[in-house]
T-cell receptor, first 114, second 112 residues
Framework: AQSVAQPEDQVNVAEGNPLTVKCTYSVSGNPYLFWYVQYPNRGLQFLLKYITGDNLVKGSYGFEAEFNKSQTSFHLKKPSALVSDSALYFCAVRDNNYGQNFVFGPGTRLSVLP | GAGVSQSPSNKVTEKGKDVELRCDPISGHTALYWYRQSLGQGLEFLIYFQGNSAPDKSGLPSDRFSAERTGGSVSTLTIQRTQQEDSAVYLC??????????FGEGSRLTVL
């Protein structure tokens, strides 16, 4: 069965510093990996995805993520955090051997301090 | 429409009443999902529709919950005899496989 772990409930970072939000996954087939962001009282917004190809994926708002097959990780990164990046971040995986079911991680709350 | 549309955005009901939540997916998207989210927590999968295939209902928490998708487009999630523990935000998403999910803004349900 697919699973996603986000080991940190909360990440705090100072504005202007680099940020990392961690995600590890488990699938039996080849993973399709996704990051979403949720602002208060809003739905989830798509940030970026890895399907195939380059391990480093660039997405919206200056975010990027690196697919690491050996470590089964897909950490979200940004070189310089903004206060407006403060939100709830979800990692998700879909196993291409098991149809269309997306599995979401529990979420990581990012706080960027001015 | 341009995005996934959900209605109502807020619903307050009394315990024991039935509620219907509507989702209008992005035109052309064949896959439609319902999730439940409690107070800024994680997402709980409820049900998944793909084209004309039988829906995956494995996430529905009880037989009080049901959903249908008419004509491969609009979906309605029905909760019968609502309980206070049903209070949550119900999120709908659609996709064109194998692409990403596009989410609506959610329907916030409060059961008094």
């Amino acid at each position: 069965a697919q699973s996603v772990a986000q080991p940190e409930d909360q990440v705090n970072v100072a504005e202007g510093n680099p940020l990392t939000v961690k995600c590890t996954y488990s699938v039996s087939g080849n993973p399709y990996l996704f990051w979403y962001v949720q602002y208060p009282n809003r739905g989830l917004q798509f940030l970026l995805k890895y399907i195939t190809g380059d391990n480093l994926v660039k997405g919206s708002y200056g975010f990027e993520a690196e697919f690491n097959k050996s470590q089964t990780s897909f950490h979200l990164k940004k070189p310089s955090a903004l206060v407006s990046d403060s939100a709830l971040y979800f990692c998700a995986v879909r196993d291409n051997n098991y149809g269309q079911n997306f599995v979401f991680g529990p979420g990581t709350r990012l706080s960027v301090l001015p | 429409g341009a995005g996934v549309s959900q209605s109502p955005s807020n619903k307050v009901t009394e315990k024991g009443k039935d509620v219907e939540l509507r989702c209008d997916p992005i035109s052309g998207h064949t896959a439609l999902y319902w999730y439940r989210q409690s107070l800024g927590q994680g997402l709980e999968f409820l049900i998944y529709f793909q084209g004309n295939s039988a829906p995956d209902k494995s996430g529905l928490p009880s037989d009080r919950f049901s959903a249908e998708r008419t004509g491969g487009s609009v979906s309605t999630l029905t909760i019968q005899r609502t309980q206070q523990e049903d209070s949550a935000v119900y999120l709908c998403a659609s996709s064109l496989p194998p692409g990403e999910l596009f989410f609506g803004e959610g329907s916030r349900l409060t059961v008094l």
